[in-house]
């Protein structure tokens, strides 16, 4: 079946004992047993819920993998997929990514005595010279995040294949209805259901997927020892979200497209970053991989910091947040928000300067947004 149906259906069967239409919120933290370790399939919640279950089933098929797993958030994800490693071992990680992964990375892993080192994602051989005997896990994002560059999963791939290490993809920003990474040979898919799989701006949650049998065990084994669960409710909301994934990113789809168009000829921008605008250096690796260029640009303004921040105060209908991948389109500031952990000088060599604003377009109407973009212009 093709990806809206398996949205709407897989793991998601009527109820077997009323027959409701909608997998119920199953809040309990335990079930009956009928006799000592006779049950039914559950027996406390940090281990197995019935929504989540679903939610997971749900996930697995979107990505078309076998496994899927729930975590409380993206970063619980996240440290999941870091602890297959162990003291001495050696990751390689873009160095376009969330914060808050270079983050853990930083101050979690290294003082594990864990070694990183980062790959300039604009050169795929930057991430096989940096192979290190120790190298046990690449990790990419793509669409990075927040500079929208698009890394060749395949080609990483088959790298990480040729020195036998697993490669894992934060799949966050293109969602699994652009791109499936596991199709093009990842190990590993992450994601951060807070944004688009959920969709609505209401949950934090996160998610990963595989194929691998024994990688699932293990992560499995982790998932219910370290106990960073999503409750019942929110897995019910990744759920509900889920269902809609499809037309909701075809929306966000159009709408970023329209509004990089826009911007990219406005007189107060210096640069817009969108894989979807046939004159970004990203735009063939895109076509190749993904089915669509999602919904996130970012752009410089043509000022300082002054005129971001007055650019900011006029707009009415973007939100000034954190997050993306809602319905309602959101404005950020990486240097002082998602990317404020890293260094300033490290973020500017990277390229998130101070004019550097990052936008998450909703799926509200593109001329209303185009519209605000405008009038706030006025001010810089
Ligand atoms: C938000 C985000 C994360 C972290 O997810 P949380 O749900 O906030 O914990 C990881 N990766 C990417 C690309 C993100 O955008």
Known sequence: MKFETRA?????????????????????????QEAIGKHRGYEYSRTGNPTRTALETALASLEEGKYGLAFASGVAATNTVFSLLKTGDHIIAGDDMYGGTYRILERVFKKWGISMSYADVDYLSSFEKAIQENTKLIWIETPTNPLLKIIDIERISEIARKYNILLAVDNTFASPYFQRPLLLGADIVVHSTTKYIAGHSDIVGGAII?????????????????????????????????????????????????LAKYLSKHHKVEHVYYPGLDSDNNYMVARKQMSGFSGMLSFKLKGDRSAVDRFFANLKLFTLAESLGGVESLISYPALMTHASIPREERIKRGITDNFIRVSAGIENKSDLKNDLSSAFKYV
């Open 210 to 258: 595989l194929n691998d049998q024994k990688l699932y065990s293990e992560l499995k084994y982790y998932q219910n020892t370290a106990g960073a669960v999503p409750g019942p409710l929110d897995s019910w909301l990744a759920l509900r979200g889920l269902k809609t994934l499809a037309i909701r990113m075809k929306a966000h789809a159009e709408n970023a497209l329209y």
């Open 8 to 32: 709407i259906h897989d793991g998601q069967e009527a109820d077997l004992k009323t027959g409701a239409v909608v997998i119920p919120i199953y809040q309990t933290s335990t079930y009956q």
